[in-house]
């Protein structure tokens, strides 16, 4: 076995494992109760599985370049770039839905604790910075 | 003027790292990888000349903590090492409590003691891509966070505010020691 096909091996395993990640978020969507679950299904499997179909594309990009293939450098970059911008934007997003949720007043549902109820937390500090003013 | 400088000259580097392989006229190493052309290099210089202006308050707010090389090191170890194994652990949580439908949710709060801004969005971010727990909302003048915890233990709850171990392990030292 050459070693272009060990490549495509395993760019296809990690393909595989993101894309079944992938769908346990999609599945976990539809069997949690409430907004905040759901979003724990959709933000840690969506972006574990994109870390694994970005590795296997700069896996594949790395090959096309040791091939002397010009499009494979620049493939190989931009997949990283597009890779950190889903680190960052992606649990950003879910915390903007879910104090979002909060603060128009939705309840976890079954919750055992819940310290943030009755807390306007935004609204004491824009008044402060008013005082202060 | 340093403001200036840093928010350009970084504007500058990931401008050509998005546009390498434009051109044959500079070759750094050969000509396939990392080659541009003069005219990418020109627009690229203007452009990041122009985002420098507007945004060096925005991008550099109090000092130049950040610019420090080894800070990007251990961001880096910080990254591969502890921060992926979580992410791994939390992904076979949460496949297992789809599977099974076993819930027990609450919102609970823990004080960090993180000073720096950028320190608590980089834990607010780690902890919500860790094992079953998600970011809810923020108090700004003590930086407590508010978790919601999809299994709360019964013994962490003795105690308020509930002990970091418990929510996020090791990664508040890990922060302190990139970002402080």
């Known amino acids: 076995m050459s070693i272009s096909q060990i490549v495509d091996y395993i760019a296809i395993i990690l393909l595989a494992i993101g894309t079944f990640f992938s769908i346990l978020g999609g599945l976990g969507l539809l069997r949690f109760p409430d907004v905040y679950t759901r979003l724990h299904a959709g933000t840690k499997c969506t972006t574990f599985g994109a870390i694994f179909i970005c590795g296997s594309v700069v896996l594949l990009g790395l090959k096309m370049w040791y091939f002397a293939n010009p499009d494979g450098s620049v493939l190989t970059i931009h997949t990283i770039g597009a890779l950190i911008a889903i680190l960052v934007t992606n649990p950003t997003g879910a915390h903007a839905i879910a104090r979002a949720a909060h603060r128009s007043g939705v309840k976890p549902v079954g919750a055992v604790v819940d310290d943030l109820e009755g807390k306007t937390l935004r609204k004491s500090i824009s008044k402060k910075k008013e005082a202060d003013k | ?180």
Do not use: Q
């Open chain 2, 1 to 180: 003027m340093l403001a200036f400088i840093v928010t350009t000259l970084l504007c500058f580097v990931i401008y050509l790292l998005l546009t390498t392989g434009s051109g044959t006229e500079i070759v750094i190493l050969n000509e396939d990888f990392l080659s541009w052309s003069y005219a990418e290099i020109i627009l690229g210089l203007i452009l990041s000349i122009i985002v420098g202006i507007i945004a060096r308050k925005v991008f550099v707010k109090d000092n130049y903590r950040m610019a420090n090389i080894v800070r990007w090191f251990r961001f880096l170890a910080y990254i591969c090492g502890p921060f992926f194994v979580g992410m791994a652990k939390a992904n076979i949580d949460v496949a297992y409590r789809v599977i099974t439908g076993k819930i027990n949710p609450g919102i609970v709060k823990i004080s960090p003691n993180l000073k720096t801004d950028l320190g608590i969005t980089m834990l607010a971010n780690s902890i919500t891509l860790t094992p079953g727990t998600l970011s809810v909302d923020i108090d700004e003048e003590k930086n407590d966070l508010y978790i919601h915890w999809i299994n709360v233990k019964k013994e962490a709850l003795k105690k308020k505010p509930v002990d970091c171990k418990y929510i996020c392990g090791e990664f508040p030292k890990w922060i302190r020691r990139i970002t402080e």
